[in-house]
C-alpha cells in the first residue's frame, strides 16, 4: 500500500518538521489533493527549501479522511534546482492578501528519512549543475581581473553586477570563459509581464533584480562575444536576459553586432531569447545570421498569453508570425514555455497547444518553472471550469504526436539542437 508523505510546517524561525500523523497535500489551480507516488522524487540536489510566511498548509489526515488546514505552522515549499519541472503547487492557506515573492513554489514532503517532491527531471544537461559554480566571495577576483582588462566596457560591468550581486550562473560563465555567456542589450520592454523578474509596479511584490539601465554599443556586445568564443570554445551567446527588457526592443543594435560576431566567429551560436513580438525586427536578426531563436510564451491560448504578457503595441499574432518567419529562414526555434500546474494542462490549454504545434515547426520546449505567486495568477487568468490532465500527460502527448520535438530546460549550442538527453521519463504513469 502507498505510504503519503508526511505534510512538513515552519516555525516562525523557519525550522522545519515533518508532522507525525498528518499528510502531504499538493495543488493544481484551485483543487487540493494527495500526490501518486510516481508524481514524487527525491529532492533534487541544490534544490532549495523555505517557509512561506503569513500561510498554513494544507494536509490530509488519514484518520478522518478529510483535509484539513494545519494551523500550528507556516507552509514549507521547494524551489528545484534548474533541470526540473514541478508537477504540483504546496496546498497552502495564505492568512491575508499580501503578494507572495516571485518564486517557483514547489509541494515538498517527508518520505522514510526524505524530502520528496512532485517533479521530473526535464534536462540533464550537466553544465548548469549549481554545484559547478562559485557562489564564495572567492569568485570576486576572476570579475575584478577581467573589468581591469576591459575598463570601458560598460556591458561588462553590468555582468559582473548580475555574476556577484544576484549569483547569475549565465554571467558567472562570462569570467570562467566557458559555456554560454548573456548578452543583455534592453533596458526597456514591450510586455508588461505581471511575473516579470526585472520590473514590477511599487504595489507589486519587489522584482528580485534590476533591470540594465543603458543600451550598450554594438562594440561592446562583439567584444564579449568574441572574448568567449576564443575562451569557451563550442559556446552560445544569447541576448534577451532575465537583468533587461525584451531585446526585441533594442534589435537594431543586437542585429549590427550579429553580423559582426557571425562573420568574425561563424562557428559561433548566436541565440535570441524574446517576445518575439515584432516580425519586422525578428527579420532582422534573422537576416543578421542569428542560429536559434527562443520565443517566450506562457501559452498558445491568445487570451491566456494575453492576460499575463500585458503586450504593448502587439498582438499575439504578431508572435505566430514571428514563429512563420523563422520557420522560412529554417532557424531552430524553441519555446521558452512557463509553465505552472492547472493552467498549461488544462484541456483547453492543451488542445491549443497541439494545434500550435500543428502549424509550426518547433525543435525544443524548454519546460520553465513560472516563478509567480498562484494566488494572483489564477486570479487575473480566470478559467473556466475544464478538466486538468497534469503535466506528465499533457508531455506524454505532445511526444506522442511529435517525434521530433525534444523537452528540455537550457538553451543549445548548434551541436547540440537536436540531440536528445533522454528526458524526462514518461514512461510511469501520473
Known sequence: MYEIPNLLFADRQGNIYDH????????????????????????????????????????YNEETSNMET?????????????????????????????????????????????????????????????????????????????????????????????????????AKNVFEGRWECPLPVAPSCNSRCIGCISQQPAECCPAPQSRLDFV????????????????????????????????????????????????????????FNSNCSNPEKMKMILDAGADSIRVSMNSAVHSTYESYYNPVNYEFDDVLKSIELANRYNAYVSLNLLTIPGVNDREGEINTLMDFLDAYSIDLIQMRNLNIDPDFLFS?????????????????LIKRKYKNIKFGYFNRTREDFHKDFGYPDLKKRG
Not at 37 to 46: D, K, Q, R
Not at 143 to 152: C, G, M, N, S
Not at 225 to 250: K, M, R, Y
Open 216 to 271: 550598450p554599443s554594438a562594440r561592446e556586445i562583439i567584444e564579449i562575444a568574441l572574448n568567449h568564443h576564443e575562451t569557451a570554445g563550442n559556446a552560445v551567446v544569447s541576448f534577451g536576459q532575465g537583468c533587461e527588457g525584451d531585446p526585441i526592443t533594442e534589435a537594431e543594435t543586437a542585429a549590427k553586432a550579429i553580423r559582426v560576431i557571425k562573420k568574425k566567429a561563424p562557428g559561433l551560436t548566436v541565440n
Open 20 to 59: 507525525p500523523t498528518l499528510k502531504m497535500t499538493v495543488r493544481s489551480e484551485n483543487f487540493n489533493f494527495v500526490p501518486y507516488e510516481t508524481e514524487l522524487i527525491e529532492l533534487p540536489e541544490h534544490s532549495k527549501l523555505f517557509f512561506v510566511p503569513e500561510t498554513h498548509p494544507i494536509a
Open 70 to 170: 494545519f494551523t500550528g505552522g507556516s507552509a514549507v515549499s521547494a524551489f528545484l534546482a534548474p533541470g526540473y519541472l514541478r508537477l504540483f503547487l504546496p496546498a497552502m492557506e495564505k492568512q491575508n492578501e499580501t503578494l507572495l515573492p516571485l518564486f517557483a513554489y514547489t509541494a515538498v514532503g517527508w518520505l522514510n528519512g526524505k524530502f520528496v517532491v512532485p517533479a521530473i527531471k526535464i534536462d540533464d544537461d550537466s553544465r548548469w549543475n549549481p554545484g559547478l559554480y562559485d557562489f564564495t566571495d572567492n569568485f570576486a577576483p576572476k570579475v575584478h581581473a577581467v573589468l581591469e582588462k576591459y575598463p570601458k566596457n560598460r556591458l561588462y560591468k553590468q555582468l559582473a553586477k548580475c555574476a556577484l550581486e544576484y549569483h547569475c550562473t549565465a
Open 380 to 396: 487575473k487568468l480566470k478559467f473556466k471550469t475544464e478538466e486538468i490532465l497534469g503535466l506528465k500527460n499533457m508531455l506524454k
